[in-house]
């Protein structure tokens, strides 16, 4: 059975960083692509950044480029992301997922949220930036 646990989440100032974790098993971690989606209050599940299986690419949202840093130890079969000058419209939760496939090759494919199957996400972890 896939599992997906996330955690690091927390209350932030603006401009402040987090790391968030998301610890996998029940299946090959370094066989599939990993990603990054998150849901703000109100609104519909956005996808943030993926990461191919070997770590050797990484994609991201424009709303996450030069901001957020995706990386997985395929050793640990965890996931991560780094949270950099958070802004108030970051908040959200944030959710791990795992992908079918080895690869997605450009962001316009990982973005695709019929890729994620509801079942191969984790629970989330709640990222509050506030003053």
């Known amino acids: 059975e896939v599992q997906l646990v996330e955690s690091g989440g927390g209350l932030v100032q603006p401009g402040g960083s987090l790391k968030l974790a998301c610890a996998a098993s029940?299946?090959?971690?370094?066989?599939?692509?990993m990603t990054w989606l998150r849901q703000a209050p109100g609104k519909g599940l956005e996808w943030v950044s993926s990461i191919k299986s070997d770590g050797g690419s990484e994609y991201y949202a424009d709303s996450a480029k030069g901001r957020f840093f995706i990386s997985r130890d395929n050793t640990k079969n965890t996931l991560y992301l780094q949270l950099n000058s958070l802004k108030m419209e970051d908040t959200a939760i944030y959710y791990c997922?795992?992908?079918?496939?080895?690869?997605?090759?450009?962001?316009?494919?990982?973005?695709?949220?019929?890729?994620?199957?509801?079942?191969?996400r984790g629970q989330g972890t709640q990222v509050t930036v506030s003053s």
């Open positions: 997922a795992k992908d079918e496939f080895d690869d997605c090759f450009s962001p316009s494919y990982c973005s695709r949220l019929e890729r994620y199957a509801t079942k191969y």
């Open positions: 029940g299946f090959t971690f370094s066989n599939y692509v």
